[in-house]
């Protein structure tokens, strides 16, 4: 299994600037880099692999961005049960692509999962957190705002 990760960065800076990334994952592990520039533009990125679960504290919960069936002007889960914005929701067992809570770390991401009459929602996701490239599942998530 690879251990090593790699990632890709880019620079904010006055001027010209070019980024310069570097990612260290879990398993097979990837990482998106970023930082403020200062004329260099230098950024770094963290990796998380496909497959390895993170315990990520409420407190220290990431944005993320997931679309939700509107129905009726309320979002539904898959299980059927209406939420609303600010609601936590919780489930004990997690699975990509089969069961718990899952988003993606940017819009661009989360729209490749988008079921039809959907809206895009901010989230914030915490607990047992599972990560792949473009989407991840969690046992924690709460809606944000809708976007």
Not at 31 to 58: E, H
Not at 87 to 104: K, T, V
Not at 109 to 126: E, G, Q, R
């Amino acid at each position: 299994m690879n251990n090593n990760g790699h990632g890709s960065g880019y620079g904010d800076g006055n001027g010209s600037g070019s980024g310069h990334g570097h990612g260290s994952g879990y398993g097979n592990g990837y990482g998106n880099g970023y930082g403020n520039g200062n004329g260099n533009g230098y950024g770094y990125g963290d990796g998380y692999g496909d497959g390895i679960a993170l315990q990520i504290p409420r407190e220290s919960a990431w944005i993320a961005y997931h679309y939700i069936v509107s129905h009726r002007q309320r979002l539904l889960l898959r299980s059927g049960e209406y939420v609303e914005v600010g609601d936590n929701i919780h489930e004990d067992r997690i699975e990509m692509c089969q069961m718990g809570l899952h988003a993606s770390l940017c819009p661009a991401d989360a729209v490749k999962y988008k079921p039809s009459n959907s809206v895009l929602t901010k989230v914030l996701i915490w607990g047992k957190v599972v990560v792949a490239k473009d989407k991840l599942v969690a046992t924690d998530r709460r809606i944000v705002e809708i976007l």
